[in-house]
């Protein structure tokens, strides 16, 4: 009797994926891979299919199908191409959770149909919650699904109030490092470069979630993550400024006692912890040393100087649509960013304008979050080409 559990992991090509697929391969007794899923790297796929021989191996990029379909021909994996197969196969009753590693708002459709079919999620895609989180939290209600984060910041969140389902939560403090740009004021970033915000002082990320960290973006989005994962208010969610990395998150608690996750920053806890739930594993992963860390400190965000963390909160209080506009005009303008398109002040140039100009939809259905998505990746695509934009610091 097989008694691992089945994994389907959406985006294993990514910094998460792979961090997954290590983390399977230090527990082969307790983990199994099932599907696997990347966008475009077929070498990678053909790689890991190889390796773990999943039942499925999925390639969003249809013109590579042949690829991966011929160098896995000799082995017992169904190869598919395409993003709908994804959303269809993630269903497979085998499966005993999906981690959900895609990238932005293509991961929001499988995500709803693995908890339609209810499959427990491991959630890396934190855009599925920014997008569309009262959608995605009533369905997982509904299928008596659980939502477990691998975000290591809410992750962190979720391991303080374990045990304490009976005391309310009076706030919580996401922790952020600053990424490379912290304390720099406005004339230094005008000039900066992608390679620049590529270096993350602390952490390993995808492209994406680097330059999202570096214009914390990032840290807006798990704002809005935190509001639909932890059932809370807007005025409960506050930000801290952590460079050490060392605090992931921190809880309060209505007696002011406050609870702290702490840890090495190294993805691989929060994953393992996600896929492992409740149980904890235990690793060899290098241990924190307070000596090595004598001095942990905090200071508030720059929201004058990094807007898009103010823009976050403002779409989160206004809710409906407005962080699906955020959140693709932000995709749209990464990307630009990502080909030196844009400057990198300029990014939230992009997001506000979007903000200003997409139609504000105050109770939106999933048909209304796509049109959303699409309206405002055209949009944005359209300001880039239409530049210079007109700067609002």
């Known amino acids: 009797m097989n008694n691992k559990k089945q994994i389907a992991i959406l985006g294993s090509s990514g910094s998460i994926g792979t961090q997954t697929l290590d983390v399977v391969r230090q527990n082969p007794d307790l983990f199994s891979v099932f599907m696997l899923t990347v ?67 293509a991961g929001v459709e499988p995500t709803i149909n693995a908890i339609k079919a209810g499959k427990d999620i491991a959630l890396a895609n934190k855009e599925t919650l920014v997008v569309a989180g009262e959608l995605i939290t009533n369905l997982a209600k509904e299928h008596n699904v659980k939502i477990l984060p691998v975000d290591s910041e809410h992750s962190a969140i979720f391991q303080c109030i374990a045990g304490e389902s009976h005391n309310p939560i009076e706030k919580v403090i996401l922790t952020a490092s600053g990424g490379p740009f912290r304390g720099k004021t406005l004339e230094q970033l005008a000039n900066v470069t992608r390679e620049h915000a590529l270096k993350h002082p602390n952490w390993v990320m995808g492209a994406k979630i680097t330059i999202d960290s570096a214009s914390l973006m990032n840290k807006g989005l798990e704002v809005i993550e935190a509001k639909w994962l932890f059932d809370l208010q807007v005025d ?154 007109k700067a609002v610091y």
């Open 39 to 105: 966008n475009i790297n077929a070498e990678l796929l053909i790689a890991q299919a190889t390796e773990f021989l999943p039942k499925y191996a999925i390639i969003c990029d249809e013109s590579k199908y042949r690829q991966v379909r011929d160098a896995l021909v000799h082995l017992p994996v169904k190869v598919l191409a395409g993003h709908d197969a994804i959303s269809e196969y993630v269903a497979q009753p085998e499966i005993d959770i999906v981690l959900t590693a895609m990238v932005g708002f």
């Open 236 to 389: 409960q969610i506050d930000v801290i400024v952590h460079p050490q990395s060392i605090i992931h998150s921190m809880v309060q608690f209505e007696d002011g006692s406050i609870k702290a996750q702490m840890g090495l920053p190294d993805m691989k806890l929060p994953i393992q912890y996600a896929l492992s739930y409740p149980k904890r594993i235990k690793t060899d992963f290098k241990r924190f040393d307070f000596t090595n860390y004598p001095n942990l400190t905090f200071e508030k965000p720059d929201t004058g100087t990094f807007r898009n963390l103010q823009l976050a909160y403002d779409a989160l209080q206004r809710g409906g649509n407005m962080p699906c506009i955020i959140n693709a005009a932000n995709e749209i303008a990464v990307e630009a960013f990502l080909n030196n398109k844009v400057g990198f002040l300029e990014m939230s140039d992009i997001v506000e304008t979007c903000m200003q100009q997409i139609a504000y939809i105050a109770q939106p259905t999933l048909d209304d979050y796509l049109t959303t998505d699409k309206q405002t990746r055209i949009f944005a695509q359209n300001l880039i080409q239409k530049k210079p934009l």
